[in-house]
């Protein structure tokens, strides 16, 4: 079975900075395309990075690419998101998600969800 574990949310304020970890199992980074997504109270999910096995590119949401940075760790089997210079707009919940086989390349899946999603890391950034 897929899974993916999110962690390392937390209170943190404006100008800090947090890095969240998303440890998976059940498939192969090889491949897939995977990522980090947030949902803020009352606004809808939106895609923060994803890296894109296909053309072997991380893509960002533009207004976070200069704060904000995801690797992974293949040898780990964990993802990370990096997130600088935190704001109180970033305050949200923070998603780990696969494809596993993704049906779409280039920034498809900053603005598609993915198949298989962890439980979520809330994230506060107090001002």
């Known amino acids: 079975d897929v899974q993916l574990v999110e962690s390392g949310g937390g209170t943190v304020q404006a100008g800090g900075s947090l890095r969240l970890s998303c440890a998976v199992s059940?498939?192969?980074?090889?491949?897939?395309?995977i990522g980090w997504y947030r949902q803020a109270p009352g606004k809808e999910r939106e895609g923060v990075a994803y890296?894109?096995?296909?053309?072997?590119?991380?893509y960002y949401a533009d207004s976070l690419k200069d704060r904000f940075t995801m690797s992974r760790d293949t040898a780990k089997n964990t993802l990370y998101l990096q997130m600088n210079n935190l704001v109180p707009e970033d305050t949200a919940v923070y998603y780990c998600?696969?494809?596993?086989?993704?049906?779409?390349?280039?920034?498809?899946?900053?603005?598609?969800?993915?198949?298989?999603w962890g439980k979520g890391t809330q994230v506060t950034v107090s001002s």
């Open positions: 998600a696969v494809s596993p086989n993704p049906v779409g390349s280039g920034r498809y899946y900053l603005y598609y969800n993915m198949d298989y």
């Open positions: 059940g498939f192969t980074f090889d491949g897939s395309a």
């Open positions: 890296f894109s096995s296909r053309d072997s590119t991380t």
